[in-house]
């Protein structure tokens, strides 16, 4: 405590010099717009709660490529299996929806062990092309296992029971975005603990400096395996939540489409900064809709030139021209 | 090996040979550093210090031979575990985390070192050991002030004494220091002499280096290399007025300046 007394202000220089994903005024701003979608539009809640789950699924790919480095282009099995897992878990085993989530996160995590063990022994393009060829071999596996996805038509006709016994899912989705919503919260705070804490830190090392890490004595590959495994948790409860709330499960969720998909909702937002999952999925899942809606034929066409114009004129993200905007709007924040 | 000593060397070296198919790049190589040593390794270019730097940290393993680090065979010992047990090293090329500040850094080193590096809650700025440790590193290498930049916008010499901060934050038993003056202008590479020497004297410090009057000042012993080989080890005064190293080494190394 003496020495606390003492050295207060230069210790928090050195505190001050590590990254803090910190609490601001704008995640604030982000939760009441959350909230406030509730009231003012809600003809759009199955929008609004299939843009939160795209959070937590890109919230969960921003951990893998953002902070630990691993280039995964086939993220969309996690999401898918969590799915299924889910649907399987509501059909046979329970219709309580929390422990639904449970299954589907495991069963992701499950499948995140086995092909990490795979892929994070190489790097770069090698490690990217085996990301994607395991997705493909899983779609393949879901599209003929019939039995168990129900292969193109889906898998459907599950039942989930009400929220903690208490809140029904309402044929206008208001229950469900709520739920969304708070499960959006939680893995939204975890993933803030996470990156802040000394592991946080660790997997950025690897990301910037692996042979050096191991030249600390930091087992890499064990480092990473357990960051991909909490990634791939992360998106099997995405999945699990999108089949939960939409009640049926296709193979769509396992293709490549959506891998591809959330890479770009993470490019567009902005990669390691959690902040840009959320803006990222939000224009992305508004945009297409809106697109689509607008021109049912060209829709993608709108899609590829936004993505064109963010890459030429934010290639780090929509939330760097947002944290701009805020720095230079109050000159004593500062980004550490 | 270390059978009889009553005290375990920090780092002893017996018999290393190293082939790569004929080519032979490391010839009976022997030497023991004790605990707080200040040893320097010289030789031309090309006379296989940096391949036996490389045996030492196992980025190469030898072809015969056994390496001790206090008391433990680490011979076939994989990198991690040789840093584990004492030994740490900076580079030649610096090699650091550029995106990360120099605090982040170091912390990294500091957290290693601590077996904390996988608790997953818990922010690092608050965490008052390791701040304080990144701190106290930092003034001993007077970076402070440079604690909240990024390396990747450092100068060439403070990035040298964040690689040293990082290397002392693992406490090793010994310090292997890779060409720490190489590309320092006169002035800084006096800076660094200045601060090596602030280096805990209970670490034995193995410095490769190229700058004699850095070697002269810094090293009580030397150790000579020459084609792969040892040609001559002793004190400093003994290297200096031995005929053979003038005429391998020293003397080459003049002729080469006054050439260039």
């Known amino acids: 405590m003496a020495d606390l007394a003492i050295a207060p202000p230069r210790s928090s220089v050195i505190a001050d010099a590590f990254l803090r994903h910190r609490l601001s005024w704008s995640d604030a701003l982000i939760w009441l717009v959350g909230i406030a979608v509730y009231f003012v539009a809600s003809e759009y809640l199955q929008l609004a709660t299939q843009t939160v789950i795209m959070i937590i699924f890109a919230l969960s790919l921003d951990l893998a490529i953002g902070y630990g480095g691993i280039e995964s282009l086939g993220h969309a099995v996690f999401f898918g299996t969590g799915a299924y897992a889910a649907g399987s878990y509501a059909l046979y085993v329970s219709s309580e929806p929390i422990s639904g989530l449970v299954a589907g996160g495991l069963a992701a995590a499950v499948l995140g062990i086995l092909s990490g063990l795979l892929i994070l022994r190489v790097r770069g393009l090698t490690q990217v092309i085996l990301t994607l060829a395991i997705a493909t071999m899983l779609l393949q596996v879901a599209t003929t296992a019939k039995s168990i996805t129900g292969g193109d038509d889906g898998l459907t006709g599950y039942r989930i029971a009400p929220i903690l016994g208490q809140f029904e899912f309402d044929l206008y989705g208001h229950t469900a975005y709520i739920y969304g919503l708070v499960i959006l919260a939680v893995v939204f705070l975890f993933c803030r603990v996470l990156v802040n804490s000394p592991f946080g830190l660790t997997v950025r090392g690897i990301r910037d400096n692996p042979l050096r890490m191991r030249l600390l004595g930091v087992p890499v590959t064990a480092r990473l395996l357990t960051l991909y495994t909490i990634s791939a948790a992360l998106a099997g409860v995405a999945g699990a939540l999108s089949a939960q709330v939409t009640g049926l499960i296709g193979t769509d969720s396992l293709s490549f489409l959506l891998s591809g998909n959330v890479l770009i909702m993470l490019i567009l937002g902005g990669i390691g900064r959690l902040s840009g999952a959320f803006l990222g999925a939000t224009v992305f899942v508004v945009v297409s809709d809106r697109a689509a809606a607008i021109d049912p034929f060209n829709w993608l066409f709108v899609l590829g030139a936004m993505l064109i114009l963010a890459v030429r004129f934010t290639p780090s993200g929509l939330t760097v021209v947002i944290d701009r905007l805020v720095a230079r709007l109050s000159p004593g924040a500062r980004r550490t | ?260």
Do not use: C
């Not at chain 2, 004492?86 to 957290?111: D, H, K, M, W, Y």
């Not at chain 2, 916008?153 to 190489?182: F, H, I, M, T």
């Not at chain 2, 601060?195 to 004699?212: F, Q, S, T």
């Open chain 2, 1 to 260: 090996m270390t059978v009889g000593h009553e005290i375990a060397a920090a780092l002893e070296v017996v018999g290393l040979h190293k082939n790569f198919g004929a080519l032979r790049v490391a010839r009976d190589i022997s030497f023991t550093l004790e605990p707080g040593a200040r040893h320097a390794l010289i030789g031309p270019n090309g006379a296989g210090k940096t391949t036996l730097v490389n045996l030492i940290t196992g980025v190469l393993r030898p072809t015969s031979g056994s390496i001790h680090l206090g008391g433990v065979d680490i011979t076939r010992a994989r990198l991690e575990r040789r840093v584990v047990l004492g030994l740490a090293r900076t580079f030649q090329i610096s090699s650091l985390f550029l995106p990360l500040s120099v605090a982040e850094n170091v912390a990294l080193a500091v957290t290693a070192k601590a077996k904390i590096d996988t608790q997953p809650y818990g922010p690092v700025y608050r965490r008052d050991a390791i701040v304080a440790e990144v701190q106290r590193l930092l003034a001993l290498f007077e970076i402070e002030a440079t604690a909240q930049r990024r390396v990747a916008d450092l100068a060439y010499g403070q990035r040298r004494l964040v690689e040293l901060a990082l290397a002392l934050a693992l406490k090793p038993k010994v310090l292997l220091l890779d060409e720490p003056a190489a590309g320092l202008p006169k002035r800084d590479s006096e800076r660094l002499l200045e601060i090596l020497m602030r280096l805990p004297a209970e670490v034995a410090v193995l410095v490769i280096e190229h700058d004699m009057e850095l070697v002269f000042n810094f090293a009580r012993r030397i150790t000579v290399m020459f084609e792969g080989g040892i040609l001559a080890e002793g004190s400093v005064a003994e290297i200096r007025r031995d005929p053979q190293v003038r005429d391998v080494y020293l003397g080459h190394r003049r002729d080469h300046e006054m050439a260039s």
